[in-house]
């Protein structure tokens, strides 16, 4: 195979990383807000603002632990797909894919199962007022008859990605992004149907992102030629598409998992708690998605690198993605740090908003966004390990972090802190977690160093 502009083997290493990131950035943000529309728009137009928006919230922590394997999933078999590709081996590229859409269909199908059989169940264990359970159970389960449709973008966008191409699900996204937000508009403001009416807007965007992006992969990959047959199947594919996305699947799970106790305890703190805090909670998210995407590139780079030996090249790809990375959460801190109430109120009109719940929402984004920073350090290290395949390590590193983030939770909420415990429980994981991250990428770095390269 030929190189060409999908190859991240060869080239100036800051602005290959620079260009090739800025499209996933660009998706992430676009996502990111994609996921926000629905409480931009219920919290602002729904007859009852600040409980709908604790609807969508609670509804979205199980949905993340669904999602997770989603996301997980993904994020293995874009390494797999990047590995082979930078290893010039094209039917194992398209074995990869062939194996990995039939995988994520039956994961797909028993999640579904999952969700609509036990979400009742789940919705009382995480303490749901009952002033919002009804519409928190409604969001729920149209999002989960909506699982086919995202496990099949992240799928497609995760392969194109891992082939270079980290534009075209960018558009998509925007084009369906766009379509969320008119059709939130439509149910939420024209029909009245607030939680409901949200639900069914993203339903129906995440479809029509879905199909495109389906469209483009199957183009993308008749392109890629075979010197045989591909298989339809492959076992020992499966193995190594389990064994790569094990460790994420595990990151994504318990980071769901934690963050539905850690909600379970601030749901016990009072609705203006849960109110601050998701709202707080979703801008942090943002600042720290933007990051994500960089890091995904990066994974993608030190694949494709590592595969073709190009182990300098690794080092320097670190460092470019984590300058790039630095500038966007110092932006961030500034702007959730300087002007909390602005953003808050944006999701939630001032006057469907309790002070408690704006005081809660500005302490959150005060404390927690002033080590934005460190957290970048922690996640551009992980998507480096992940990339060169220590995948031990950075499982190890996101427990750590995330097992302390629960315990101090409880510990500080139950020595008197209150919602004081939460946002410094966030903070103190965040340290430790980048701690451990960066002794790991130090030991990761220098095991791959000795690797030799992959036959064809």
């Given at each position: ?295 995904n590139g990066l994974s993608n780079f030190c694949s494709q690198n590592k595969a073709a030996c190009e182990y300098a090249r690794i080092k320097k790809g670190y460092l470019a993605v984590l300058c790039y990375a630095m500038i966007t959460s110092v932006c961030f801190l500034i702007l959730l740090v300087t002007f909390p109430q602005f953003f808050t109120n944006v999701f939630i009109q001032k006057e469907k908003l309790t002070e408690q719940a704006m005081a809660y929402s500005v302490q959150f984004l005060v404390v ?89």
């Amino acid at each position: 195979m030929e190189k060409s502009k999908t190859d991240l083997t060869g080239g100036n290493v800051w602005k290959i990383l620079l260009l090739y990131s800025l499209p996933l950035f660009g998706s992430a943000m676009v996502q990111q807000f994609y996921s926000l529309v629905d409480l931009l728009v219920v919290g602002n137009f729904a007859r009852e603002g600040a409980l709908a928006v604790d609807a969508i919230g609670n509804a979205t922590v199980i949905i993340n632990v669904l999602l997770a394997f989603a996301l997980g999933a993904n994020g293995g078999c874009s390494v797999i797909v990047a590995k082979y590709f930078g290893a010039r081996n094209n039917v194992r590229v398209r074995e990869t894919v062939n194996t990995a859409i039939i995988a994520f269909a039956v994961l797909c199908a028993a999640l579904m199962v999952t969700g609509f059989a036990f979400g009742n169940f789940f919705l009382k264990a995480l303490s749901v007022h009952g002033s919002y359970f009804d519409d928190c159970r409604a969001y729920l389960y149209i999002y989960v008859g909506s699982l086919p449709f995202v496990f099949l973008y992240n799928l497609g966008c995760g392969i194109c990605s891992a082939l270079g191409d980290s534009k075209t699900p960018f558009i998509f996204l925007v084009i369906s992004s766009l379509l969320n937000i008119g059709l939130d508009f439509l149910f939420v403001c024209g029909f009245h149907m607030d939680v409901a009416g949200a639900a069914w807007a993203t339903l129906i965007s995440q479809a029509i992102s879905c199909i495109l992006t389906a469209a483009v992969l199957i183009k993308k990959l008749k392109a890629i030629p075979a010197e045989i047959k591909p298989k339809v199947f492959d076992k020992t594919l499966l193995k190594e598409l389990t064994i790569t996305s094990i460790p994420v699947i595990l990151q994504q799970s318990f980071v769901s998992v934690g963050n539905f106790f850690i909600n379970k305890r601030i749901n016990l703190l009072g609705e203006d708690a849960t109110t601050g805090f998701t709202t707080a909670f979703k801008l942090v998210c943002m600042a720290n998605m933007g990051v994500v995407s960089m890091t995904n590139g990066l994974s993608n780079f030190c694949s494709q690198n590592k595969a073709a030996c190009e182990y300098a090249r690794i080092k320097k790809g670190y460092l470019a993605v984590l300058c790039y990375a630095m500038i966007t959460s110092v932006c961030f801190l500034i702007l959730l740090v300087t002007f909390p109430q602005f953003f808050t109120n944006v999701f939630i009109q001032k006057e469907k908003l309790t002070e408690q719940a704006m005081a809660y929402s500005v302490q959150f984004l005060v404390v927690v966004s002033s080590f934005l920073p460190v957290v970048c350090i922690k996640i551009v290290s992980d998507g480096a390990v992940r990339g060169c395949g220590g995948n031990l390590g950075f499982t190890i590193s996101t427990l750590a972090d995330l097992a302390l983030r629960v315990a101090l939770v409880y510990i500080l909420t139950d020595v008197g802190w209150g919602f004081s415990g939460v946002c410094w429980a966030w903070s103190i994981g965040w340290a430790l977690g980048a701690v451990i991250a960066v002794a790991f990428l130090l030991i990761t770095l220098k095991k791959t160093s000795k690797i030799k390269k992959l036959p064809q």
